[in-house]
């Protein structure tokens, strides 16, 4: 049987999500004003959306080659 394998692309990906997450919380607490505070924030979030739904698909691909 076949096991699968942590690809080091998901692992960087979620690393990479997990920096912008936390770069969208700095940029809330930033010397700014809020709608560059706010504007920060969002788009860090979306690139962490982006980048967590691009390790779950990686994540299923590799589940789907083990079951078949």
């Given at each position: ?31 700014s ?6 504007r ?13 739904r ?15």
């Open positions: 049987m076949v096991h699968p394998t942590v690809s080091p692309h998901r692992s960087s990906r979620r690393a990479r999500a997990a920096a912008h997450r936390a770069m969208a919380m700095a940029a809330l607490a930033s010397n004003s809020l709608q560059v505070r706010y920060r924030y969002h788009a860090h979030m979306r690139k962490a959306e982006a980048l967590s691009a390790a779950d698909a990686i994540a299923l691909e590799a589940v789907q080659e083990v079951s078949e």
